[in-house]
C-alpha cells in the first residue's frame, strides 16, 4: 500500500496555493449542492406535465450523467496530468467549471417542457461534472503530495471543511429560496456568481501556482497513467464502494431528508431547508473535532465503526419517520450527519493507501467517480424511486443500509491487512 513520508517535506502551514486549491474545492461543492437543493424549484420548469414526486426523480436524474462524465474527466485530465504540472491541469478544470456554471446559468426555459431543455440541462451538468472531476481527484492527492501521515490528517480534515462550507453556502441559498413568495425569476442567479466565482479564483491560483513552482523547481518523472489500472482493479473496486458510501453518507441527511420528510410527515418543506444552515455549521464543527480524534486512532478503524452503525441504526430509525416529530427528525439527522463526518474525513487518505503507484490520479479517481456516480449521487433518485414504487420509508432505508453493510465488510478487510 501507498505510505506516506516520515519526515517534514513541506511547511506545516497552510500555504496560498493549498488555499486557493480549499477554495476550488468549495465552489465545487457550492455547485454540486447548489442544483441539489433547487431541483424543487426548478424541476417544475423542466417537467411541468409531471405529478411532484416524479418531478423530483427526473429532476434529479440529471445526477446520474455524471457516470458517463466523471470518468471521462478523470481519463482526460489524469493523461493531461501526465505530461503537464498538475497545477496547469487544475486550472483547465477551473476554467470547464466556470464555463459550464455560466451556461446552466443561461439555460433558455420552456413552461411548456421542451425536450431541448432538457437536453441541454444534461450537457450543462455532464460538462461541470466532468471537469469537476478532474479538479476534485487531482487536487485533493496532489495537496496529500510529500506529507506525513499527521500533516495528511490535518489538510484532509481542511479539505472537508472547504466541501462543507461549499454545501452550507449552497445551504444557505436554498433556505433564501424557500422563503421568497416567487423565486424561480432568480434561479439563474447563485449559478452565474458561482461562475465568476470560479474563473476569479483561477486568476489568483496561477499567480501562487508560480510562485510556488519556482520556488521548488520540480520535475518529477511522469509515467502514464493507463498502466496500472488492471493491475489496480481489486483496489479499484474497493474504493468505488466505499467512495459511493461516503457520498450517500452526506447525500442522506443533508439532501434527501429535505424533501422525503414532507412527504411522510406534517412538517414543510421550509421548515426542512430552515434547519440546514445549523446542521452545516455542525458538520463543521464535527470535522474540526474529528481531524484531531483521528491523530490519535486508526482511521480505518473509525470508518469502520461508522459504516456499522449506519447499516445497524438506518432502518429503525426511517421506520420512525412516519408523522414523526420535527424534534425526532432533528435528532435523526444529527446522528447521519456524526457518522458521515467520522467516515468521509479520512476517506482520501484511506483511498491513497489502496494504491501502489505514482501516479494515482486515474487509479484512485476513476475508482471514487464510478462509485460516487453509481452508487451516491443515484442515491437520491433511486430512494425516491423505492419510496414511489413500496410506499414505505423503510424501502429507502434498505438500499442505504445494504450499501453501508457491504462498505463495512470492506473496512474489515482493510484492517485485517
Known sequence: MLTFTMADARNPLLSKAQLCIGIANLLIHFDNALYGYLVPIMAPLFFPKKEVLVQLIWGYSPFIISFIAKPFG???????????????????????????????GCLPIY????????????????????????????????????????????LA???????????LLAGAVGV?????????????????IAALSTLCNILF???????????????????????????????????????????VAYTIPFLFMSSFVPMVTTITYRAMMEYLPIFMVLDILLISWIGKVGQKHDHNNLMGVASGLTALSIIPLFAGLQNA???????????????????????????????????????????????????????????????????SPIAPACYVAFLAFVTTLIMADSASE
Not at 497545477?87 to 470547464?96: C, D, Q
Not at 413568495?181 to 449559478?191: E, K, S, V
Not at 520556488?215 to 464502494?241: Q, V
Request: hydrophobic share 50%.
Open 205 to 247: 491560483f496561477s499567480n501562487q501556482a508560480r510562485e510556488t513552482e519556482k520556488k521548488t523547481n520540480s520535475t518529477a518523472p511522469k509515467a502514464s497513467p493507463y498502466l496500472p489500472l488492471w493491475s489496480a482493479r481489486k483496489a479499484m473496486m474497493r474504493i468505488a464502494i466505499v467512495a459511493g458510501f461516503g457520498y
Open 325 to 391: 416529530s420535527i424534534l425526532y427528525i432533528t435528532v435523526v439527522r444529527c446522528w447521519f450527519i456524526f457518522l458521515g463526518v467520522i467516515f468521509s474525513c479520512f476517506l482520501t487518505i484511506w483511498s491513497k493507501e489502496q494504491v501502489v503507484t505514482r501516479t494515482p490520479y486515474v487509479t484512485i479517481g476513476l475508482a471514487t467517480v464510478l462509485g460516487s456516480s453509481l452508487f451516491g449521487k443515484s442515491a437520491t433518485a433511486i430512494c425516491f424511486y423505492l419510496f414511489h414504487k413500496y410506499h
Open 74 to 104: 478523470i481519463l482526460f485530465f489524469s493523461k493531461m496530468a501526465g505530461h503537464k504540472k498538475e497545477t496547469i491541469v487544475l486550472r483547465y478544470t477551473l476554467l470547464g467549471i466556470g464555463i459550464s456554471l455560466m451556461g446552466l
Open 176 to 192: 433564501c429560496f424557500a422563503w421568497i413568495n416567487d423565486p424561480l425569476p432568480y434561479w439563474r442567479l447563485p449559478f452565474l
Open 111 to 154: 413552461k411548456g417542457g421542451s425536450v431541448w431543455t432538457v437536453v441541454l440541462l444534461w450537457f450543462a451538468r455532464g460538462s461541470a461534472e466532468s471537469c469537476a472531476a478532474g479538479a476534485y481527484t487531482i487536487s485533493k492527492i496532489y495537496l496529500l503530495k510529500g506529507v506525513t501521515l499527521q500533516q495528511a490528517k490535518k
Open 157 to 167: 480534515a481542511f479539505y472537508e471543511v472547504a466541501s462543507m462550507m461549499g454545501i
